[in-house]
């Protein structure tokens, strides 16, 4: 990316628009490379699921990921009501010395991981008010994007597919849609399989894309993580160009109108 070309959160530039997780790796040390790997710089976490100094004794993900070197995201992964998120969220900042960036998920079921979107909009209400700086995790409905934008969310994250599907993105048309709308960045949030899924995410214009599984469940996570760094920039490089329009029939390259014969 370009320097003219930063993703702005929470006032903040970063060069890169590859958020990756930091579940389902072998162990901390693939983790680390694989998030070298992907240049990202927004790292996200899920607190009910990995140590950050909570543990005592235990390995603290903080000593392969450091604050200093990268932002962390403080996630709710795994909650399924709006209480249990917001206390969640209070305990990462407690953790993380008042560090008020945090992503937002409240799951509605087990089997599809779908988001509960009326717990949702209960728990990001709540956590605007409480001061913090919430990127939300919904569906691809841009009308609950606009509802969640209008609370205070600094950015609204819909699902590409369910998460960890590896499935791409299955309703273009509602995240260009939600992106048309919105006056905050849309991040694409789960679903991504491949480094192509990443590319059209950011073709249809998304600020930036969020991802895990892709990575982590490659069969090579680190390769895997420096080809979804390379998908992220083409996809960004090609809406900025604005690619040719469609057409029914051909057109030559060389076209004859004009030319000596």
Request: net charge negative.
């Amino acid at each position: 990316m370009t320097q003219d070309d930063n993703l702005i959160i929470d006032g903040h530039a970063y060069s890169s628009r590859l958020l990756v997780g930091t579940g389902k790796y072998k162990d901390f040390e693939e983790t680390q490379k694989a998030i070298e790997a992907s240049g990202a710089e927004i790292v996200t976490v899920a607190i009910r699921r990995t140590n950050i100094g909570q543990e005592k004794g235990e390995k603290n993900l903080l000593d392969y990921i450091p604050p200093d070197k990268y932002t962390l995201l403080p996630n709710t992964a795994g909650c399924y009501d709006a209480d249990s998120a917001v206390r969640t969220c209070r305990l990462a900042r407690e953790l993380l010395d008042g560090h008020d960036l945090v992503k937002l998920e409240v799951l509605g079921d087990q089997k599809t991981l779908f988001p509960d979107i009326p717990a949702t909009l209960v728990a990001a209400e709540t956590l605007v008010k409480d001061g913090f700086k919430v990127m939300v995790y919904t569906t691809d409905d841009p009308i609950m994007a606009k509802r969640l934008e209008e609370l205070g969310c600094i950015a609204v994250m819909p699902l590409a597919a369910p998460i960890g599907s590896g499935l791409g993105i299955r309703n273009p048309y509602n995240i260009r849609t939600i992106i048309e709308n919105a006056s905050v960045p849309i991040l694409v949030d789960a679903g991504v399989g491949t480094a192509s899924d990443a590319a059209i995410a950011m073709e249809l214009g998304c600020d930036g894309v969020l991802m895990n599984t892709a990575i982590a469940e490659a069969k090579d996570p680190i390769l895997m993580a420096s080809a979804m760094k390379k998908g992220i920039e083409a996809g960004r490089e090609a809406f900025r160009a604005g690619r040719m329009p469609r057409r029914a029939y051909a057109s030559a390259s060389s076209p004859i109108d004009g030319a000596f014969f």
